[in-house]
């Protein structure tokens, strides 16, 4: 039986962002050795889209409080590269990765999958 899923995501400074993960976020970790960081993360869905176009992938953090988030985040000294937009299915704002690599956060107006 499948018990879990693996995220890679690809990084111009993957040394960076593992300190990010691991500092700033403070999420858990193990070694993998030689200093691959794989991190636990907060529990977590899967949407499949359709496409006409070019496969692609793409990860989404998810909170409760984006407003409040984004104060605690941007206390850290995390940069927001877009305010908070307000869309049918949540609220959604993008920052960026020491990398430079942007990512996305919202606040679900959908019901969670991770609460079934």
């Known amino acids: 039986m499948i018990n879990g899923g693996h995220i890679v995501m690809y990084s111009s400074d993957a040394e960076a962002d593992r300190t ?3 500092d700033v976020l403070g999420y858990p970790h193990v ?3 030689g200093g691959w960081l794989i991190f636990k993360l907060p529990p977590a869905e899967l949407a499949l889209h359709s496409t006409d176009g070019p496969t692609a992938h ?3 953090f998810m909170c409760d409080d ?3 988030t984004v104060r605690d985040l ?3 000294g995390i ?3 877009q305010p908070v937009t307000e ?5 959604l704002t993008k ?3 020491p990398s430079g690599s942007e990512v996305g956060m919202y606040e679900p107006r959908h019901q969670r999958a991770t609460d079934l």
């Open 66 to 68: 984006v407003e409040a």
């Open 31 to 33: 070694d993998a050795g």
């Open 74 to 76: 941007t206390a850290k």
């Open 79 to 81: 940069a927001f590269t």
């Open 58 to 60: 793409q990860f989404y």
């Open 87 to 91: 869309l049918s299915w949540g609220r």
């Open 20 to 22: 990010f993960f691991r």
């Open 95 to 97: 920052f960026r990765l």
